[in-house]
């Protein structure tokens, strides 16, 4: 079973910034790595709906329209680590944030535990 060790949430006011990091702990090159991200108000799913930022391994990135130009997703593909810098936060930013990925021979997108982020106005 796969491993996704996430860091990095916190609380910040509206305007500031935070850096989330997840390694996973599968050590053969992940295809696909990224950021969802479920909003207070939703009920806990078994994987959230909201794609955030995501990075396949030829360098190739996706972003949800309401995030481009303030966050920066990125990876060290020799470590497996993902990465997802927050600038210009929203309080609509807060939620908890799981970091996911994909990998050969391993069925279904593994997900992390999830970590907080919290912007206040």
């Known amino acids: 079973q796969v491993q996704l060790v996430e860091s990095g949430g916190g609380f910040v006011r509206a305007g500031g910034s935070l850096r989330l990091s997840c390694e996973a702990s599968l050590r053969v090159p992940a295809l696909t790595m990224g950021w969802y991200r479920q909003a207070p108000e939703e009920p806990r799913e078994e994987e959230p709906r909201e794609l955030v930022a995501v990075i396949e391994n030829d360098g190739d990135t996706r972003y949800a329209d309401s995030v481009k130009g303030r966050f920066t997703i990125s990876r060290e593909s020799a470590k497996n680590i993902v990465s997802l810098q927050m600038n210009s936060l929203l309080p609509q930013d807060t939620g908890v944030y799981y970091c996911?990925?994909?990998?050969?021979?391993?069925?279904?997108?593994?997900w992390g535990q999830g970590t907080q982020v919290t912007v206040s106005l």
């Open positions: 996911t990925a994909t990998f050969r021979g391993v069925r279904g997108a593994s």
